[in-house]
């Protein structure tokens, strides 16, 4: 038995699905069952998994199987729902001015089944859409779900190139987007480059502030702490800043004030 993450849209979350087939792979599209609808999702995520595993995370909430692989037929139906996609974003967005919602549309799903359709938007803070949803399922005949996403997901819809000049990471193989704090960047010392090029596309701090985060919090264990009066092979000095990558502490001097360099291994 095989446990799958499956993300039926590409600015959802990752659902965990079992599978039974050993024909099905990473990135194949499967047809699963949510509790509301039947959907067509891309296997993200495939490891073998243990009965006692499976029976721990049953406890929680029980785990569905994966029905089959979505066949060449299956796709075409998402192909031909797609091609409605303009017209159906086209109805909402004149929904949404007749409502007078401060609210952007960013996406628009079908579910396989045809039943429900998912419209994706962003907003400041909560949106009272009771009337749209109303107005929405009487023009559609449809269920319909209202998702507020935040910046980060638009770009990933959205956006392309980075700043990096390759495919942004969430379009490509971040699949779920972490938290980026301004601590990270001041633990790697590139906070004083600014905020305009330690953003993405989103406007928010880059994903890539995440991936050596943890390196540079085991490096900076053994830093002592800024402003600590410490021993140098120099004389007595206070710590007014570190070098992680260097491994080594600016310290300045007690006696006349010099700031000097020192290897953290030669502090105490």
């Not at 509301?36 to 995520?45: A, R, Y």
Request: aromatic share 6%.
């Amino acid at each position: 038995m095989k446990l799958a993450k499956i993300q039926f849209n590409p600015w959802d979350i990752y659902y965990q699905y079992l599978v039974e087939d050993p024909e099905i792979k990473i990135n194949d599209y499967v047809i699963a069952e949510t509790e509301t609808n039947l959907e067509i999702g891309k296997v993200i995520e495939l490891a073998e998994i243990e009965q006692k595993k499976i029976d721990e995370i049953s406890k929680e909430k029980p785990l569905k199987t994966v029905i089959r692989k979505a066949s060449l037929k299956d796709l075409e139906v998402v192909e031909n729902q797609e091609k409605n996609k303009d017209e159906v974003m086209a109805i909402c967005k004149k929904m949404i001015n007749k409502n007078q919602l401060p609210l952007k549309l960013i996406d628009a799903a079908f579910s396989f089944d045809n039943k429900k359709i998912i419209f994706a938007f962003i907003a400041d803070g909560r949106i009272d859409f009771r009337q749209l949803v109303k107005d929405l399922t009487r023009q559609f005949q449809k269920n319909i779900r209202l998702q507020q996403l935040g910046v980060r997901d638009e770009a990933k819809i959205d956006g392309d190139i980075g700043a990096c000049g390759i495919v942004q990471c969430c379009k490509t193989f971040l699949h779920t987007l972490g938290n980026v704090s301004a601590e990270q960047a001041q633990l790697q010392q590139v906070s004083h480059r600014g905020a305009e090029r330690l953003s993405g596309i989103c406007g928010r701090l880059k994903c890539c502030l995440r991936y050596e985060n943890d390196l540079y919090n085991d490096l900076a264990k053994n830093f002592p702490a800024i402003g600590r009066i410490v021993k140098t092979p120099r004389g007595k000095g206070e710590v007014v800043d570190w070098h992680i990558l260097k491994q080594m502490v600016r310290v300045k001097l007690s006696d006349d004030e010099t700031i000097i360099e020192v290897p953290i291994d030669k502090v105490s």
